[in-house]
């Protein structure tokens, strides 16, 4: 489905842009075609495609997978096949894998290898389009855009997590990898893959620039070059299929800033495009070779040098760095518009390709999921297809319902996964482990944030994106939701705490995450902590006491920050109240977006009675102009959204897993202090709760939970099952 979904994504675009700019424009474009630059485009990305082989080859080599050039460079052209058709990333580690298993080399291995040749590329990439975007508009203009993105923030969070994180537990495993990866040899295998993607780089960078002359642009050479850096950077994003349309609306932005035609923008970048699709099509007939004497020579090799093991290298990578990145949003601007991306969005998807190649090739999954939890997933899954066929027949392509909701179900899977990695590697103690680097996170984003928007009252600092005191998710109440999730399974692993004890750090860290709660300032985050914290003082008498200091020292720092400031400088109070770095109440029980709320709700549940049985389809509801300003508002009730637009059959198969869960364990989950099980039981009641006034049924975290809460432990001793 995600396949088919980026294919239909990517033609949808190339089509759209063929309408926008003309696409006779575009064929006038080629009618005096320079047929030498051409040539010289073809040439560059020849070559490009022979440094992006031996760049697998040294990350291969560099994670004990060292196989022969000949399979390297067949891999390499099944993979970039592949991607002729899915979407980049997916079909990059697909079409690679048909090959390197015969070679004994794990899926897991290959994701692991192909996630870190992402991230070099990744880091490459943007330091060159940051470069890029200097050379094109100026370095006012940068420097603008990234004070609307956390960018720099997260390069000081994550690390504080990270020792945050390590100061909770013992950390051995990560430990050890953290050494391993800024060990000398590892930071020199560092750079040399970041120079060869370096080189890849300038060889597209140059295509570009030949690409433009062909179809008569004369441009100053490194401008040229700095707008292709951005347009190359744009591509290699793994949301399309083999760039295409991406490619096309960043090369109409980045050449259009130095006064390029979008027609002329758009046939150098297709021209590039076409260029690198020959030259891959021209090592297709590699593919029908054999190499059974390799074959041989690798199998022998592998007793005398075992591989790591990969499987659980990749839970762990993926659900840490997941768990750090997963608070920061990013407001991308896009045809006229904003987009949100999560920085944790590409590391899901790594891990749902994991899954996927682990069932396409070994024919079994790589984590043992509970079966209804599984069960419940697939149905899920079905519902969602069926409701999107059902709104297109009903009213049209809705590029919500697609974007929001079916590709973004996908991304929410690859959450889950996350999670369920981690425990299928570590056990009980993974998901532990998971919980604290959550936690930790969640601590140090409140801390760093404040310290940002007291900074920012004065001047000190540019990043502002709200007065709201929202993290960096982009809303405050997506914020609440995600320091709920941190709050239950900091009152789910208070017990642990409690035992071992070490419970001053841990009832610190609680304190935090309450005055986080309160500093967000959403109602019915504030109604849901209160449920869970009057929930846990009555069934949990052991942890009263913990509890109570954790109130209490949220209570002090909470008094603290406003009684400081109104007492030294009421003015200075003002001032840090306006900018968000003070909670206001009354700011939000005055709030205009109310009555718009209510007006979603009421609108949702009238469609809901128009179609009770399957609902109006997905993306009903987001087509009805509702805002005051004209514009269509998303409905903000997870239970009405449901049943407006997926119907009554659509609300019993999302309500049916809790429900059993209810029924299953009635009798023995009201007297379970496991971690899991206090997770799980905080986790659905807060919300129920919190998802009756907002719409937080694709909530990254709360995916993210689910999936390390419902993995099996299977196969280990009972020391790592909680």
């Known amino acids: ?93 697909l079409g690679r894998q048909l090959v390197l298993r015969r070679h004994n080399v794990p899926a897991p291995a290959l994701v692991v290898a192909s996630g870190y040749e992402r991230f070099v590329m990744a880091l490459v ?15 006012d203009t940068v420097a603008e855009a990234l004070a609307r993105t956390p960018l720099v923030q997260a390069a000081i969070v994550v690390p504080l997590a990270l020792a945050l994180s390590f100061a909770m537990a013992g950390a051995r495993h990560e430990a050890a990898l953290l050494r391993k990866l800024v060990s000398g040899p590892a930071l020199a295998r560092f750079a040399g893959v970041a120079a060869i993607s370096f080189g890849a780089n300038l060889l597209v960078f140059a295509a570009y620039v030949a690409a433009l002359d062909a179809v008569g642009v004369d441009l100053p050479f490194w401008q040229a070059m700095g707008a292709a850096a951005i347009v190359t950077f744009a591509a290699s994003l793994p949301i399309s299929v083999n760039g295409w349309g991406v490619r096309e609306v960043a090369a109409i932005y980045a050449f259009g800033a130095l006064g390029v035609s979008s027609h002329d923008a758009v046939a150098a970048s297709v021209l590039v495009g076409l260029c690198a699709t020959l030259v891959v099509l021209a090592t297709a007939p590699l593919l029908a070779r054999r190499a059974p004497e390799a074959v041989a020579t690798v199998r022998a090799s592998v007793p005398d040098n075992p591989l790591p093991d990969f499987d659980r290298l990749a839970g762990l990578l993926l659900a840490h ?30 891990a749902l390709c994991l899954v996927l190649a682990q069932l396409a090739f070994a024919r079994r999954l790589p984590v043992a999921l509970a079966k209804p939890f599984a069960l419940w997933l697939g149905a899920l899954s079905v519902l969602f297809v069926f409701a ?40 009980g103690q993974g998901r532990r482990r998971l919980a604290e680097s959550l936690i930790a996170t969640a601590v140090v984003v409140v801390a760093v944030y404040s310290a940002e928007r007291t900074l920012l009252s004065f001047g000190v600092t540019s990043y502002v994106m709200s007065t709201n005191f929202q993290g960096y998710s982009g809303n405050r109440n997506t914020f ?32 935090v995450l309450l005055l986080g709660m309160w500093q967000a300032g959403s109602i019915a985050g504030l109604a849901a902590m209160t449920m869970l914290l009057a929930f846990a003082l009555w069934r949990w008498p052991a942890r009263r006491v913990l509890l109570l200091q954790a109130g209490a020292i949220a209570l002090v720092l909470a008094f603290v920050w406003w009684a400081i400031p109104n007492w030294l400088s009421p003015p200075v109070a003002r001032l840090l109240a306006e900018n968000g770095a003070i909670f206001d109440p009354s700011e939000v029980l005055a709030g205009s977006s109310t009555a718009e709320r209510w007006n979603t709700i009421r609108a949702g549940l009238a469609m809901w009675a128009d179609n009770l049985l399957l609902g109006g389809g997905l993306g009903a509801i987001v087509r009805l102009n509702l805002g005051a300003s004209g514009a269509a508002l998303v409905l903000h009730s997870t239970p009405v959204w449901i049943l407006a637009e997926l119907g009554l059959v659509g609300a019993l198969v999302a309500a049916s897993l809790p ?29 129920a709760v919190f998802s009756t006034v907002h719409d937080v049924a694709f909530q990254r975290i709360w995916w993210l939970a689910l999936g390390a809460l419902a993995a099996r432990v299977v196969g280990m001793p009972a020391a790592r099952r909680e």
Request: aromatic share 16%; with cysteine; glycine share 10%.
């Open 1 to 93: 489905m995600k396949r088919l979904l980026s294919l239909f994504g990517t033609v949808l675009a190339i089509f759209a842009i063929a309408w926008w700019v003309g696409l006779d424009k575009i064929v006038e474009g080629y009618a005096d075609l320079d047929w030498r630059w051409t040539g010289a485009v073809l040439a560059l990305m020849a070559v490009n495609l022979v440094a992006v082989i031996f760049r697998l080859h040294r990350v291969l080599a560099h994670f004990g997978c060292a196989v022969p050039w000949a399979v390297t460079v067949r891999a390499s052209v099944s993979g970039f096949v592949s991607s002729l058709f899915v979407f980049n990333l997916f079909g990059s580690i």
């Open 125 to 139: 990439g943007l330091a060159a389009a940051a470069a890029g975007f200097v050379a094109v508009f100026g370095r």
């Open 321 to 350: 760095l997941t768990a750090f990145f997963l608070f920061f949003q990013i407001q991308a601007a896009v045809a006229g518009g904003w987009i949100s991306l999560n920085l944790a969005d590409p590391l899901a998807v790594l």
């Open 388 to 427: 999107f066929v059902r709104g297109y027949f009903s009213f049209g392509f809705s590029s919500w319902a697609f974007g929001n909701r079916l590709v973004g179900w996908m991304v929410l899977l690859g959450y889950a996964a996350c999670g369920a990695l981690m425990v299928a590697s570590f056990g």
């Open 480 to 511: 609440s939701f995600q320091l709920l999730v941190c709050i239950c399974f900091a009152l789910a692993y208070a017990g642990v705490r409690l035992r071992a004890g070490t419970s001053g750090l841990w009832c610190a860290i609680l304190g």
């Open 659 to 687: 429900l059993w869960l209810a029924w299953r364990h009635r009798a023995t989950w009201a007297k379970s202090s496991a971690p899991a099980h206090v997770a799980i039981l905080l986790l659905v009641a807060f919300f």
